[in-house]
């Protein structure tokens, strides 16, 4: 009991005298209530708010009830500095309650009831209805405590003026609360008006989307029709965040599998037990883009003995595939070949033929390109002639890379074309010339002038890892 003896007051002499348990009560009492939590709403900003979809009562188009939650909650979380309960944490009690079909239309006691299982001290809900381009939007608040509703909002105006409306929506929830102050803030912002009502529409199917990669487009396409609408854009740059972690995590993983896998295929001894190893550790490097190891362990498994001569063909196929992803066609041609004479039964026979006979058919197209490249350029008008970018596309059709790639390194220093667009082609020239250290210095430089643009060329342009 030493907080209690703190409590009890000295005598003279600096001693604390002893008190009955009647005595002693009164303090108990004292210090219990002063350790007792306060509840959020005693204190202020401390209210905890779950926002529900908006009821649509337009009956026709697409909705827009789940974007509307989405951006209120983004704005209160944002600017109110109230705590606001999760849209996963809200929906996933709708469903254990069954209350899923009911969730933009819940009475005031189902919604304080609701509220009292996500631990909230105010619901909020609200409803959208459009015609004739003009929108009206209302909501109301329930303390989640006693079930009433304490705050209402309606307002009216052009669609192109949703966030304004929707403004106006958030500064009532606000004063609600008791934050005016807060309140006037969300009045206080100027906001874009919207060039249409697509780009909430495309929102409202990105927020509700569970798929990552559905999602990501959706928010591209949002992003794309209106500019100006941030929320999407946000949400995007956080997507994109988080994929590009995963995919940081994936590629850890996959490097961390082919160490794993190289040390069990050095200590593996005998020829059978070395095969399945091997074809897993192919497998892995092609997905690593580790198109040299791939070479490297392909002829590693090629010598006499070291797998079981039926199951020589697998890494031999991968030889040929690494040197297509090598753009060496002078490799491809002479490994292809040598296949398709030591293994016409294999079930690989058919791929590395097509590859084979490809490689064939583009080195006659750059053999014959080079007089038809120079006939097409003196075709051309004098002053298409000087327009080093139009002149590299006629060079790229008769597939004259290394001129291409030079044409078009003129066009980036004039700097008549935007520099992005230039960087684009280059990476893919600098890909065609297998030079695969230029085409990362040009990516590079893309993904500094235009980082979408650097990542969409990053999917397509597959450099080698160890090129």
Same mark, same amino acid.
């Given at each position: ?86 849209? @996963? ?15 933009? #239309? ?13 631990? @909230? ?328 002038? #235009? ?17």
């Amino acid at each position: 009991m030493r907080f209690f003896n703190l409590a009890v007051p000295r005598d003279s002499a600096g001693r604390r005298p002893a008190l009955s348990h009647r005595a002693a009560l009164p303090v108990l009492l004292w210090l219990l209530c002063s350790l007792a939590p306060r509840p959020a709403s005693a204190v202020p900003g401390g209210e905890t708010v779950g926002v529900m979809p908006f009821r649509d009562l337009s009956g026709g188009g697409s909705p827009i009830g789940e974007a509307l939650r989405e951006t209120v909650t983004t704005d209160l979380k944002e600017r109110s500095g109230l705590r606001v309960i999760e849209r @996963a944490d809200l929906d996933r009690i709708l469903t254990e309650q069954k209350l899923q079909s009911q969730r933009t #239309d819940l009475d005031p006691s189902t919604a304080a009831r609701v509220g009292k299982l996500l631990g @909230a001290t105010l619901m909020v809900a609200g409803a959208c209805q459009r015609a004739d381009r003009a929108i009206r939007l209302t909501a109301r608040v329930v303390r989640v405590e006693t079930g009433e509703i304490i705050g209402t909002a309606k307002v009216d105006g052009k669609e192109g003026e949703i966030l304004r409306l929707q403004d106006r929506v958030t500064s009532e929830l606000l004063r609600s609360a008791g934050l005016k102050e807060k309140a006037k803030h969300a009045l206080a912002r100027p906001r874009p008006a919207l060039k249409s009502l697509k780009v909430i529409e495309l929102y409202n199917q990105a927020v509700q989307e569970p798929d990552d990669l559905q999602r990501l487009n959706l928010l591209k396409l949002a992003s794309a029709e209106d500019s100006t609408f941030l929320y999407a854009a946000n949400d995007l740059r956080a997507l994109e965040a988080r994929l590009r972690t995963y995919q940081r995590g994936d590629e850890a993983a996959r490097l961390q599998s082919i160490v794993d896998l190289t040390r069990r295929l050095a200590a593996a001894t005998d020829p059978a037990g070395r095969y399945p190893i091997v074809a897993e550790l192919l497998a892995k490097l092609q997905q690593a883009g580790r198109y040299r190891q791939m070479v490297a362990l392909a002829q590693k498994a090629d010598a006499d003995g070291y797998l079981p001569e039926e199951n020589r063909d697998l890494p031999a196929f991968f030889r040929v595939l690494a040197d297509l992803k090598l753009k060496d066609q002078r490799l491809l041609l002479r490994d292809g070949e040598d296949f398709l004479q030591r293994s016409p039964g294999s079930p690989y026979f058919s791929a590395v033929k097509n590859m084979v006979e490809q490689a064939i058919k583009e080195s006659r197209q750059v053999e014959e390109g080079r007089a038809e490249a120079a006939a097409a350029e003196a075709k051309l008008h004098t002053t298409l002639r000087w327009d080093l970018c139009q002149l590299a596309q006629v060079y790229r059709r008769y597939r004259q890379f290394p001129e291409e790639r030079r044409l078009l390194l003129g066009c980036l220093a004039v700097g008549k074309r935007p520099r992005s667009e230039v960087l684009r082609l280059l990476v893919a020239a600098d890909m065609d010339c297998a030079d695969f250290a230029r085409a990362r210095q040009d990516l590079a430089e893309l993904d500094r002038v #235009d980082p979408e643009a650097g990542r969409a060329t990053r999917k397509i342009a597959d450099i080698p890892a160890d090129g």
